[in-house]
């Protein structure tokens, strides 16, 4: 038996036994293969088949549909054609693909394969809305004045991720001539994708419900009680105990120039770099927020650090200092730049670290949600 024959064999062993159905035709439609599973499906025999015409097998419905598809079927698969086909009993609907190829038609595809396409399908669907729903919740621009700026980095290590950050003025109603503070707050939540990022706009709904239900114009804001009432709201929905948010609220009061803080479980802690170049690391950093723990262990204190001229203020997650390149860190290389740039105001210092975070990644993958939020207080706050 030659080698062109046993090849033969092999390939209808192989259409034989797999679940696609298959078929092959002429462009007239005349049928010149079909493998078992597209047999079985249909009710015919090998010899039923043999040299008929597709079109024949077709319901009146589609007949004109499948008749067009043969005359114009390209190398390229076509998408998936619901298809009506006269079975030894009664009608059988099936999935299939056609293309083109050495003047032959061929059809192939299941009822799963379809099934799956449909799924992914939907499933891109509604990661892409996802993606969309996600980009709102960040703020578009970051609160400006004369006394206080802010400006961010956000780099999703995927299409969807589990980072988020706001920044906002507190609205004091009739009292908001009196006074002028800001919430800052970084979360980064496990994982990546559309459960993590899901989690993270809860993150940010919650904190923002606190203002609506809980907050009085004028009260010295606490970012302990705003971190208790989140954890309230947190195990209230049942999170799964898998999940993890570690999260830090700030809170800058320009009336007592203090800046207050409470930090459940992220550990890359937020760096202050004052006038003189001294750096300092804020830490005291509860347990990341989780439902696997007792409420009992959910400790967490308000730390308060005083406000003061042209000091500067980075929060970030652990994906900026913890992106490799080889073998070296991007951290110890950032705490070298802080320095350097905190004299330019937060818009340029995001320019110069983006810029010199490209150079350091090169090609490669970025690992990691990256956030970082820059508050620089302004000279004229000492007013």
Excluded at 344 to 357: T, W
Aim: hydrophobic share 40%; net charge negative; charged share 25%.
């Amino acid at each position: 038996m030659d080698k062109r024959v046993k090849t033969t064999e092999i390939y209808e062993t192989i259409t034989a036994i797999i679940d696609e159905h298959v078929l092959v035709c002429g462009r007239e439609g005349k049928i010149l293969f079909s493998n078992r599973a597209l047999r079985d499906s249909l009710g015919y025999t090998d010899s039923e088949l043999e040299d008929i015409n597709l079109l024949n097998l077709i319901a009146d419905i589609h007949r004109n549909r499948v008749k067009s598809i043969l005359e114009t079927a390209t190398s390229q698969p076509s998408s998936w054609e619901e298809l009506l086909f006269y079975g030894r009993q009664d009608m059988v609907r099936l999935h299939v693909k056609l293309f083109e190829k050495g003047n032959l038609i061929y059809l192939f595809g299941n009822e799963k394969s379809a099934e799956y396409d449909r799924i992914k399908k939907k499933l891109d669907t509604e990661i892409t809305n996802a993606v969309k729903i996600h980009k709102r919740s960040l703020p578009v621009s970051l609160p400006q004045s004369e006394r206080i700026s802010f400006a961010s980095l956000y780099i999703p290590a995927e299409e969807l991720g589990g980072d988020l950050f706001d920044v906002f003025k507190v609205d004091n109603g009739l009292l908001d001539d009196y006074f002028e503070q800001y919430v800052c707050f970084v979360a980064d939540v496990s994982g990546h994708g559309l459960d993590s990022a899901m989690l993270a706009i809860f993150v940010k709904d919650t904190i923002r419900s606190y203002f609506r239900l809980k907050h009085i114009p004028g009260q010295v804001l606490s970012p302990k009680e705003i971190m208790l009432f989140f954890i309230e709201q947190y195990r209230k929905e049942g999170y799964p105990e898998e999940y993890l948010v570690c999260l830090i609220i700030a809170v800058f009061d320009l009336k007592t120039k203090e800046l207050t803080y409470c930090n459940a479980g992220l550990h890359i802690s937020p760096l202050l770099v004052t006038q003189e170049e001294r750096m300092t690391e804020l830490g005291k950093a509860g347990f990341p927020i989780t439902t696997a723990l007792s409420a009992d262990l959910f400790e967490y204190e308000d730390t308060t650090y005083p406000l003061l001229p042209t000091l500067t203020l980075f929060f970030m997650s652990d994906g900026l200092p913890e992106q490799r390149s080889g073998n070296e860190f991007y951290g110890e290389r950032l705490k070298k730049l802080f320095p350097e740039i905190h004299r330019l105001n937060p818009s340029e210092m995001i320019h110069r670290i983006e810029a010199d975070f490209t150079d350091f990644v090169g090609c490669e993958k970025v690992r990691d949600d990256i956030t970082l939020v820059v508050a620089k207080l302004l000279a004229a706050s000492t007013k």
